[in-house]
């Protein structure tokens, strides 16, 4: 029962963290479009969007955090901790309890996009609206392989593996 309570309230964290950006830049992205946009605000903004939709919607969330949160859920199941259940969102992001190199990079990159925010939130229209569509696609993106990553994790069978490892430390059970 605790590995089940872990799975509904990490997944549901994920799930309601990603999706409250999503709901929260949509007004501003669309805001850039109450004005007319020139043709390079064009330019700027499909290519942004490309740039985006590949590097953190394939490459950031797709083949990285997605598989990591949907293996790190069914660790989760299959191991439930009380401490792990409690704050397992921020388990299954890997923000402890996860190999101390991923620690570090996860921190780093929790303060880059930190910053990131805080520089473009200093943006006027069309180029915030322009950097929040890129941004908005990357993470609906990584809302919906989350969703997929878990279903193929909770799926998988002994013949057929989930290929992604939940990377805890090497003292845990596997």
Do not use: N
């Amino acid at each position: 029962m605790l590995g089940i309570i872990g799975v509904v309230w990490g997944l549901g964290g994920v799930v309601l963290m990603l999706g409250y950006a999503v709901v929260r830049l949509f007004p501003v992205t669309m805001a850039a479009f109450e004005q007319p946009l020139q043709w390079y605000h064009w330019v700027c903004l499909i290519g942004f969007v490309v740039f985006m939709a590949y590097s953190e919607g394939y490459r950031g969330f797709q083949q990285a955090f997605s598989p990591r949160v949907a293996a790190r859920l069914k660790y989760l199941y299959d191991y439930p901790r009380p401490w792990h259940v409690v704050l397992s969102p921020l388990f299954c992001m890997g923000y402890f309890y996860i190999q101390r190199r991923r620690r570090i990079a996860i921190y780093i990159l929790t303060l880059g996009i930190i910053a990131i925010i805080l520089a473009v939130k200093l943006l006027s229209q069309p180029w915030r609206g322009i950097i929040d569509a890129g941004v908005l696609v990357g993470l609906t993106w990584g809302l919906v392989t989350v969703l997929v990553s878990t279903q193929q994790a909770f799926s998988a069978t002994p013949a057929k593996p989930f290929p992604y490892a939940p990377e805890v430390p090497d003292d845990a059970p596997s």
